[in-house]
């Protein structure tokens, strides 16, 4: 998900760079900027973006899922930010919003050890791998200090 320049979303102003977005209409939406305007800083804010997503249990499901009958996929995006007439894919004149999709191949996955019949199973087992993960080093820190435990949840 992408939103253009000079728009502010969660009374958050923005530089003219389009950033992506995760959360929902009811929570809010947060950003993910990427550093610059490459390839592999895209690919990487695309993904923080999916990780935060997923590993909140509170916020909607955005996942694609292969379709044997239509041979196309299938999105299951509940509760995206805007109207649909903001997107690219319906207004060709003055879009300001986009929709952008990271795949994440199942082989890959599966090197985490996160595996799963269906793309909402494996969709799920990443949102807890991430959970798990945090909770990990969330373990590893001082309590008494505070600091790097804040700097990890601030990310």
């Not at 935060?52 to 999105?75: A, F, I, K, V």
Request: aromatic content about 10%.
């Amino acid at each position: 998900m992408l939103l253009q320049k000079d728009m502010s979303i969660d009374t958050q102003e923005h530089t003219g760079k389009w950033i992506t977005l995760y959360g929902s209409n009811t929570a809010g939406f947060k950003t993910v900027i990427p550093e610059e305007r490459t390839a592999v800083a895209w690919r990487t804010a695309i993904l923080k973006t999916l990780l935060y997503q997923c590993s909140n249990e509170e916020l909607p499901e955005w996942y694609l899922q292969w379709n044997d009958e239509t041979m196309r996929l299938d999105g299951t995006l509940n509760d995206l930010p805007g109207q649909a007439d903001r997107y690219a894919l319906n207004n060709s004149e003055n879009p300001d919003m986009k929709m952008v999709y990271g795949v994440i191949e199942p082989y890959a996955l599966s090197k985490l050890g996160i595996t799963g019949e269906t793309s909402e199973e494996r969709y799920h087992a990443l949102g807890a791998y991430v959970q798990e993960e945090i909770r990990k080093e969330l373990e590893r820190f001082d309590e008494t200090s505070g600091r790097v435990r804040r700097k990890l949840l601030m990310r």
